[in-house]
């Protein structure tokens, strides 16, 4: 018997289940409303769809290796539910146990997101979503080998069938596919949505406390904004630089050296590490990286600064960053 191979079976089984019950909570917006908190238009392209067939499609194929090179990594490997769609890991690893370059970040409620990746590379999420399966370190294939190997599958031929009205798939179905699953994960309704709606006790005090810190004398709102708690851009805070310059960059502009997008910090107790590097294991490290000021960079942001915080007020944005967590 293979052990690794049947524990590699269990584990990817395990991961079809829990994406499979993420369906079940977090349908597009044409079965369910937004969660609270997420009324703001989901930006969409000519190709983007929120039909369940297309979603459950993509949802499978999502959770299927099949989309490797060598059926041992699917999306879900990196993107699982249970840890809010990243992998509890300060780097990503792909196929052959390669370490890839950077953090996971979360897949939810990115269908509101204007770009993509770490270094903003992508500015679609029919983009986004083809890119792993031909990064060398994560799933080392192409779109065009993929679809070959679904076409030989026969367990997609009813559900291409119901989604697409045809007997195949192609790159450009497999990305719609993909890229509607991507967008029903929505996860909202966390205490601090239902504080803003006027649930005065849905926050805590000390929640309460760290709220006005956020907004106010931590000014994390300058970067963290929005109902997704994101601007979406580039910022330089000073982490780690040399050891990442930026393997893909924004632009050829050395300007750009260093810079990271900002991640949404809904859910964020639940996706340690952080940073882009996966640098940080806590929420309470990144508190103070920026209490002292960011990093050591020639080009830092002018919005960081030291804050100068007490070990309560600390304590009170910690509480705060929790509030942002969904129902699970």
């Given at each position: 018997?293979?052990?690794?191979?049947?524990?590699?079976?269990?584990?990817?089984?395990?991961?079809v289940v829990g994406v499979a019950a993420c369906i079940q909570s977090s349908r597009p917006a044409a079965v369910r409303a937004p969660p609270l908190g997420l009324d703001a238009v989901m930006p969409v392209g000519d190709d983007a769809t929120d039909a369940p067939a297309v979603v459950t499609i993509g949802a499978a194929l999502f959770a299927d290796p099949i989309l490797s090179a060598d059926s041992t990594v699917s999306c879900a490997s990196c993107h699982q539910p249970d840890l809010a769609f990243t992998d509890g890991r300060r780097i990503a690893r792909g196929i052959f146990g390669q370490a890839g370059t950077r953090n996971?970040?979360?897949?939810?409620?990115?269908?509101y997101g204007a770009?993509?990746?770490?270094d903003a590379r992508a500015k679609s999420m029919e983009d986004a979503v083809l890119r792993p399966i031909g990064d060398s370190r994560e799933m080392g294939s192409s779109p065009e080998r993929a679809?070959?190997?679904?076409?030989?599958?026969?367990?997609y031929r009813a559900l291409v069938r119901r989604a697409f009205g045809a007997d195949t798939l192609d790159v450009r179905t497999l990305r719609i596919a993909l890229a509607a699953f991507v967008r029903?994960?929505?996860?909202?309704?966390a205490p601090v949505d239902r504080y803003v709606a006027g649930d005065t006790l849905a926050l805590t005090v000390v929640a309460r406390r760290g709220r006005r810190l956020f907004i106010g004398k931590a000014n994390c709102v300058a970067c963290h904004v929005g109902p997704l708690f994101t601007d979406e851009a580039v910022h330089n805070t000073?982490?780690?630089?040399?050891?990442?310059?930026?393997?893909?960059?924004?632009?050829?502009?050395?300007?750009?050296?260093g810079r990271f997008k900002?991640?949404?910090?809904?859910?964020?107790?639940?996706?340690?590490?952080?940073?882009?590097?996966?640098s940080m294991s806590t929420l309470e490290d990144v508190i103070g990286f920026y209490d002292r000021g960011g990093g050591d960079s020639p080009r830092l942001d002018r919005e960081i600064r030291p804050l100068k915080l007490s070990t309560g007020e600390r304590h009170d944005l910690v509480a705060f960053l929790q509030a942002l967590g969904s129902p699970q």
């Open positions: 018997m293979n052990v690794g191979a049947t524990r590699r079976g269990c584990a990817l089984a395990v991961m996971t970040p979360s897949l939810l409620n990115r269908g770009t993509f990746f770490w679809v070959a190997r679904i076409r030989q599958a026969p367990r029903s994960l929505r996860a909202a309704n000073g982490v780690s630089p040399q050891q990442d310059p930026g393997h893909f960059l924004v632009s050829h502009d050395s300007a750009d050296l900002t991640p949404s910090l809904r859910n964020v107790a639940r996706t340690a590490p952080y940073m882009h590097d996966g």
